[in-house]
């Protein structure tokens, strides 16, 4: 059974920086991406960053040159590394495992999320 589990969410100030933790356990394949969505109350669940297993990654526009998505060496462990964080940044931060054979994108049945990690940002 595969557990995704996240860690790292807090309350900063403008301006500040946050690093957001994901382990995932029970993977008996090797998933095709690794991926950090975020949501806010009465707004869809949006993509933020993605990584996939040929080492592409991709990420939403707003968050360019300012966060930084990795992995650890076994592809198990996934990080956000978020700076400049903004009000506008502030959401339920989940992370997400493609399922097996499932390609990525922004269909939730396709993964494995997480319980999510609250971001807030004050101005």
């Known amino acids: 059974q595969v557990q995704v589990v996240e860690s790292g969410g807090g309350s900063v100030q403008t301006g500040g920086s946050l690093r957001l933790s994901c382990t995932a356990s029970?993977?008996?394949?090797?998933?095709?991406?690794m991926a950090w969505f975020r949501q806010v109350p009465g707004k869809e669940r949006e993509s933020v960053a993605t990584?996939?297993?040929?080492?592409?990654?991709t990420g939403t526009d707003s968050v360019k040159d300012r966060f930084s998505i990795s992995q650890d060496n076994t592809k198990t462990t996934l990080y956000l590394q978020m700076n400049s964080l903004r009000p506008d940044d502030t959401g339920m931060y989940y992370c997400?495992?493609?399922?097996?054979?499932?390609?990525?994108?922004?269909?939730?049945?396709?993964?494995?999320w997480g319980q999510g990690t609250q971001v807030t940002v004050s101005s």
């Open positions: 997400a495992v493609a399922r097996l054979s499932k390609t990525c994108g922004n269909s939730p049945d396709n993964y494995y």
């Open positions: 990584i996939y297993n040929n080492g592409v990654i």
């Open positions: 029970g993977l008996t394949y090797r998933s095709s991406c």
